[in-house]
């Protein structure tokens, strides 16, 4: 299942500053590239999500780079906060197929300070 | 938008004896779930892929008599452990499709299971 790789393994960013997490994919089949947001103790939630027919997508302070030759994508979290601490993870799926099965990248633990 | 409930949130089981979580989509039907496993610290691992009124589809190292789904509905998944021992003691999500536009993959809250 090791088809998504997550780099780095902890981030310690400071207030306002920018946080930049990346990942790398090797199955070219995979077409929906998610970022999820895990609290201890809860379920991921969706952050934000990219296609590979764009290279980039914005959402608030949020943004998905996306490299389709090099199978690689990163997650950019402007004007970071304390409350953006949190595990971070990168996934992907052959989302156009209804049983594509979402592969989870081996998370990034973000702890910005105040 | 699209919610999935899962149950219960915090289960503690003797050794020996099974569980059984439900995780339900409120607002969709679902015709695929996944069930995933996660230990402290680390990601979700795939155990298995839940189809509606089929069997399920269970990823390698994946003891499929340990871990009993049934998919008998379109918005309802069940995982089953069986004769739990301490070494299944872990946090358990499903995940279920909402067949919308955007591929969403929407995640219940999660089961801490703790066997002792």
């Known amino acids: 299942q090791q088809q998504v790789k997550q780099s780095p393994q902890s981030l310690i960013v400071q207030k306002g500053g920018i946080s930049i997490i990346n990942c790398a994919y090797e199955?070219?089949?995979?077409?929906?590239f998610p970022w999820y947001q895990q609290f201890p103790g809860k379920g991921p939630a969706l952050l934000i999500a990219i296609r590979p027919d764009v290279s980039e997508k914005k959402e608030g302070r949020f943004t998905i780079s996306f490299n389709k030759s090099a199978k690689q994508f990163s997650l950019h979290i402007m004007d970071s906060q304390p409350g953006d601490s949190a595990t971070y993870f990168c996934a992907a799926s052959k989302g156009s197929s209804n049983t594509g099965k979402l592969i989870f990248g081996q998370g990034t633990t973000l702890q910005v300070k105040p | 938008g699209a919610v999935v409930s899962q149950h219960p949130s915090r289960v503690i089981c003797k050794s020996g004896t099974s569980v059984k979580i439900e995780c339900r989509s409120l607002d969709f039907q679902a015709t695929t779930m996944f069930w995933y496993r996660q230990f402290p610290k680390k990601s979700l691992m795939l155990m298995a892929t839940?189809?509606?009124?089929?069997?399920?589809?269970?990823e390698q190292g994946v003891e499929k008599d340990k871990f009993l789904i049934n998919h008998a509905s379109l918005t309802l998944s069940t995982l089953t452990v069986t004769s739990a021992h301490p070494e299944d003691s872990s946090f358990y999500i499903c995940?279920?499709?909402?067949?919308?536009?955007?591929?969403?993959?929407?995640f219940g809250s999660g089961t801490r299971l703790t066997v002792v």
């Open positions: 995940s279920a499709r909402d067949g919308g536009p955007n591929y969403g993959y929407t």
């Open positions: 839940s189809n509606e009124g089929s069997k399920a589809t269970y």
């Open positions: 199955n070219t089949a995979f077409d929906y």
